[in-house]
Nanobody
């Protein structure tokens, strides 16, 4: 069981930036992929971004393309989501997942970190 902890959320004004972190309790070399989803208030969970540890390929939801950047610190088993030009519609609980090489069909989820974009 991989333990995943997100951090970095908070209250930010429209146009502002935040960087979310996702720390996994495992060796960096065991991580196959990482990604982010979000749960807006009263809405279903939606995909935000993902990163393949083997190819470095990234995928973004259309709504965050060119504003958000997913990255990873290979040495620290930590992933990041840099969020720029935040808008009220980005308000959500942001959840990170980690996929391990030994269990490619399993997403290990954290509890999430709340991001609120408001004046």
């Amino acid at each position: 069981q991989v333990h995943v902890v997100e951090s970095g959320g908070g209250l930010v004004q429209p146009g502002g930036s935040l960087r979310l972190s996702c720390k996994a309790s495992t060796t960096a070399s065991g991580i196959a992929a990482m990604g982010w989803y979000r749960e807006p208030p009263g809405k279903q969970r939606e995909f935000v971004a993902s990163l393949s540890a083997t190819t470095g390929n990234t995928i973004y939801a259309d709504s965050v393309e060119d504003r958000f950047t997913i990255s990873r610190d290979n040495a620290e088993s930590t992933g990041y989501l840099q969020m720029n030009s935040l808008q009220p519609e980005d308000t959500a609980n942001y959840l990170c997942y980690v996929i391990m090489f030994g269990a490619l069909s399993t997403r290990n989820w954290g509890q999430g970190t709340q991001v609120t974009v408001s004046l």
